[in-house]
């Protein structure tokens, strides 16, 4: 998608809008108008905004679009998920699930095109990272969705980290979660990280969505084989930064862990966790791995998933066995990736 040169006003939240209502010439409710026919009524043009005085539209029209986009593709699962691509401002794409079920809908968002965080198991980590997403191009993923008004529930789980994107990821939750927003209740929102913790700190004083930490093992030594991060932030101070917070009684922590074929799967990786979570108001989602190319990991068995979350549940943890979606279009869990699609580096000369 080529980018007009105009300024996006989708993405920005009410102090943005203000400064931009005042610069149209508007009242200062001005904003909450404008934001209203962003967020509420999800009004594709400034044309529409029609209560807002023609002078001022004209105005906003010389220097802003909305900026909204809608999905350049989709693919339909055979159990009913749906995996959207959307383009973005400098001409990259991102994939989005949609994960309908009888009583819920959930919308998996992506954050980051590609990843810098290197995971093992992670096919986004494959594709290497090509930038970061912008407030607007988070919030469209939800605003531009045919569905979107039967999300129930969003989770930033889709490509990137989105705590290494840190400021786009708090105003589109803050455009999300307030009054002058969509007004969605934060707990209907869950944000994963793989635990950056001077971000998570801040994400956590900053925001009332639920937090997801990708656990995968309660080893120091086998977590940095998988997971990079654990170099740069071990799990000890991970769960220290957990252990200090207050997460009330309505917040919630989790952890996800993917089973992984004798690597992670026995009753002591059952009994260390049972260990590093003791006293910790939480839930553990089990996954299953879904094999990619190139790397030499496999899934548990089900005997083994099963008997692992009985295992946590006997010690007092609550653990729940996710459900894997969208296999068949590469939209479960740590498959998204748009690498194919996105345009080979410039020659160097």
């Not at 949609?98 to 590609?114: A, F, K, N, Y």
């Not at 993923?141 to 569905?147: C, D, I, R, T, V």
């Not at 910790?280 to 005997?303: K, Q, T, W, Y």
Request: charged share 20%; hydrophobic share 40%.
């Amino acid at each position: 998608m080529e980018s007009s040169g105009k300024t996006p006003l989708l993405g920005l939240t009410l102090d943005g809008l203000r400064a931009v209502a005042a610069e149209a010439g508007l009242p200062a409710f001005g904003a909450k108008q404008i934001a209203d026919w962003l967020y509420r009524k999800h009004a594709g043009d400034i044309a529409a905004m029609t209560n807002l005085s023609a002078k001022a539209r004209a105005s906003l029209a010389e220097r802003h679009e909305v900026g909204a986009v809608p999905p350049a593709r989709v693919q339909e699962s055979s159990d009913g998920t749906k995996k959207y691509l959307y383009p973005t401002l400098r001409g990259r794409f991102v994939e989005t699930a949609w994960i309908p079920e009888p009583d819920r809908s959930t919308l998996c968002v992506s954050t980051q095109v590609g990843c810098k965080m290197g995971c093992l198991f992670c096919m986004t980590a494959k594709q290497g990272f090509q930038g970061h997403l912008t407030a607007g191009e988070i919030f469209n993923q939800y605003g531009s969705l045919p569905e979107r008004d039967r999300v129930t529930n969003l989770v930033y789980m889709g490509m990137g980290e989105p705590l290494d994107n840190l400021d786009a990821v708090l105003a589109s939750l803050a455009i999300l979660t307030s009054p002058w927003g969509c007004a969605m209740s934060p707990r209907r929102i869950t944000v994963s990280t793989i635990g950056l913790v001077p971000a998570m700190k801040r994400y956590l004083a900053e925001s009332q969505c639920h937090l997801a930490v990708s656990l995968h093992s309660p080893f120091e030594e086998e977590r940095r084989r998988l997971m990079p991060i654990e170099h740069v932030h071990p799990l000890p101070e991970v769960m220290a930064t957990l252990r200090a917070h207050d997460f009330g009684l309505q917040r919630r922590v989790s952890f996800e862990y993917i089973l992984f074929r004798g690597l992670n799967d026995s009753p002591r990786h059952v009994k260390e966790l049972a260990r590093l979570l003791n006293g910790l108001r939480c839930r553990i989602n089990l996954m299953r791995f879904h094999p990619i190319p190139g790397v030499p990991l496999e899934g548990s068995d089900e005997a083994t998933v099963q008997a692992f979350q009985e295992g946590l549940n006997a010690k007092g943890i609550v653990a729940t066995v996710r459900r894997s979606r969208g296999l068949d279009i590469a939209a479960a869990c740590g498959l998204l990736s748009t690498k194919a699609l996105q345009p080979p580096p410039p020659p160097e000369y």
